[in-house]
């Protein structure tokens, strides 16, 4: 079951890395076979346009299907549910979505309450928004994004 929810997962995700999956060409030489990118859903038409530095996409649908929600970040002390905070191996993040892309970023918690935390970081600003829900789903796509996981697709 694990194994199907997982190639779900990455074949409705349309992911936006560096240079896209290896071209470098401008995108106007690369639209004569943008169709060729699109997956059974649709997915794919757009490609090669987040960097490392801005984080990854998600395209809406996949948003909507993971259930990915976020909050907007006003001036001042944030305020984030447990099920916000990623625990990896060796760190402890949230991810910020601004601007259309989705980033991991480093935090200092604040304050610890049973329920949220009280968190700041230099990479939060207001108008940010922190994701609440589907940050498991947003670390498989940022692993795929950056070339963890092969996609099967060539030229």
């Known amino acids: 079951m ?37 997956d059974e859903h649709g997915h794919g038409d757009e490609h090669g346009e987040g960097t490392s530095e801005n984080g990854f996409k998600l395209n809406e649908k996949s948003t909507k299907k993971f259930g990915i929600q976020t909050v907007t970040l006003k001036a001042g002390v944030v305020e984030v549910p447990r099920e916000a905070i990623f625990k990896g191996l060796n760190e402890v993040n949230v991810y910020r979505f601004r601007d259309g892309f989705y980033k991991r970023i480093d935090f200092k918690t604040l304050e610890n309450n ?19 829900q589907g940050v498991g789903f947003l670390r498989i796509a940022e692993i795929a994004a950056s070339g963890g996981i092969s996609d099967s697709h060539s030229h």
């Open 114 to 132: 049973k329920d949220v935390l009280k968190i700041s970081s230099s990479d939060l600003k207001s108008g940010d928004q922190i994701v609440i």
């Open 2 to 38: 694990k194994t199907i929810l997982f190639f779900s997962l990455m074949s409705s995700l349309t992911l936006f890395a560096g240079e896209g999956h290896g071209h470098k060409e401008k995108k106007e030489e690369h639209a004569e076979h943008k169709d060729e990118h699109k």
